[in-house]
């Protein structure tokens, strides 16, 4: 049984968070008939944002659909490079078959992003993108879990570490039974030996409460999985999909010593995107806190904008 998408098209409707796209002529190279922008302005993806990050339900209306169908924050942060666009994904991803993103919310807060990455990509909830592709979230891991060097694109087994696999497989399902799992090992090598939650499409009704159960644990794991960011795997897209990409929007962080370098690799994305797509997309400034106890913020500014809609 799939996610049942279809349901909410009622709810887009009724809340306006879906950006649907219109037709509108351009000027910009190369010609093309026609070219879209999102109809959503980047004040109301900024409140789209705020309101998703603070809605900590359990599901999207029935456990078979786990709470990043329709709120929270999908996000991926990446690097700049000239001549590769940031949506696209690296030789690796390729080659394992999953993609790397975290998921913010109140209640699954972090400093920072991976790698110290300033800037990134923000993916709309497959609830309100129902125009656009879904590429499936596969597992979900308290704490980043060095994915890279696990089998089954990301959600499997750590070759180094025995009890590394997926938690339902070592009847792991709770974030009680988690935490006892992940202190067995020394604190240094407790990410790569973690076990995931798997959330996957085919799970039906475990999806939901698996996903409930992965942010749980990371309350338990305190200061730890706020000092590093959790990590959520998807199943990798072809690259020059950008069009069908649920992309809500660019942005950057702010209060770190990489902020100004961010903001300009945010608004070469947005060019870089309107330019090969014809589809504008914001640039988002987000503010992480400092400290436990503290809200992320989001914020549009049109200054901010490396080119308006």
């Known amino acids: 049984m799939k996610y049942r998408i279809a349901a909410y098209i009622s709810i887009i409707v ?7 796209a219109i037709q509108q002529r351009t000027e910009l190279p190369p010609p093309l008939p026609e070219a879209q922008i999102n109809t959503d302005t980047g004040e109301e993806v900024a409140r789209h944002l705020t309101s998703r990050y603070a809605a900590v339900t359990t599901h999207c209306g029935t456990v078979s659909q786990p709470a990043f169908l329709c709120n929270g924050i999908m996000i991926r942060g990446t690097s700049y490079r000239e001549g590769r666009y940031a949506w696209d994904n690296s030789p690796a991803n390729h080659e394992s078959g999953g993609v790397s993103f975290s998921y913010l919310r109140k209640d699954s807060v972090y400093r920072k992003l991976a790698y110290g990455y300033t800037n990134g990509y923000i993916f709309e909830p497959y609830t ?6 879904h590429p499936e979230v596969m597992c979900s891991f308290p704490v980043d879990a060095s994915t890279s060097r696990r089998e089954d694109k990301g959600c499997g087994v750590n070759p180094t570490y025995a009890g590394s696999g997926l938690c339902a497989y070592q009847g792991i399902s709770t974030a009680q039974q988690w935490w006892q799992h992940y202190q067995r090992v020394p604190s240094a090598s407790r990410r790569s030996a973690q076990c995931g939650f798997e959330v996957r499409d085919e799970l039906n009704w475990r999806a939901g409460p698996a996903f409930i159960e992965s942010l749980a644990a990371m309350a338990l794991a305190g ?36 902020e100004a370098q961010g903001r300009s690799d945010a608004q070469h994305n ?18 992480l ?18 080119v308006t809609p």
């Not at 000092?227 to 069908?244: F, I, K, Y």
């Not at 947005?270 to 503010?287: E, H, M, T, Y």
């Not at 106890?293 to 490396?306: E, K, M, P």
């Open 223 to 258: 200061k730890e999985s706020f000092d590093t960011q959790n990590e959520l795997r998807l199943a990798v897209w072809a690259d020059g999909s950008g069009t069908s990409l649920p992309l809500e929007a660019f942005f950057y962080t702010v209060g770190n010593a990489g």
């Open 128 to 133: 309100f993108a129902v125009d656009k592709v």
């Open 14 to 20: 009724l809340t306006g968070c879906a950006g649907t």
């Open 289 to 306: 806190p400092a400290i436990q106890g503290v809200d992320a913020t989001f914020r549009y500014s049109a200054a901010d904008q490396g």
């Open 270 to 287: 947005q060019r870089d995107f309107l330019k090969s797509s014809r589809i504008w997309v914001p640039v988002i400034s987000i503010k």
